[in-house]
């Protein structure tokens, strides 16, 4: 098993910068990749950032491009999610998951956190 704990949404206004944190304990050793995700109200839940485990190879959705950063501390097995310039429509609920594979889809991951809410106003 792997636990995972975000932690660092809020309420922010827009132009505004926040850091989402993710520490991954348990069986570690099986990850491939570490997501972040995003699900606003009456949306899908849509891929933001992933990284992959040793942090060499990172890929953004296209929204967040230039604005976002994901990056791994390996020493604490904890994933971040830099957000600058936020905006309003960066409103949702974050989740971390971990994945085994090179699968996507949030139906692939193995593991999920509980979320984060962030919030930016305008």
């Known amino acids: 098993q792997v636990q995972l704990v975000e932690s660092g949404g809020g309420l922010v206004q827009a132009g505004a910068s926040l850091r989402l944190s993710c520490a991954a304990s348990g069986r570690t050793s099986s990850m491939y990749r570490m997501h972040w995700f995003r699900q606003a109200p009456g949306k899908e839940r849509e891929s933001v950032a992933f990284i992959s485990w040793s942090g060499g190879y990172t890929n953004y959705a296209d929204s967040v491009k230039g604005r976002f950063t994901i990056s791994k501390d390996n020493a604490k097995n904890t994933v971040y999610l830099q957000m600058n310039s936020l905006k309003p429509e960066d409103t949702a609920v974050y989740y971390c998951?971990?994945?085994?594979?090179?699968?996507?889809?949030?139906?692939?991951?193995?593991?999920w956190g509980e979320g984060t809410q962030v919030t930016v106003s305008s």
């Open positions: 998951a971990a994945a085994t594979g090179v699968a996507v889809s949030p139906k692939m991951m193995a593991y």
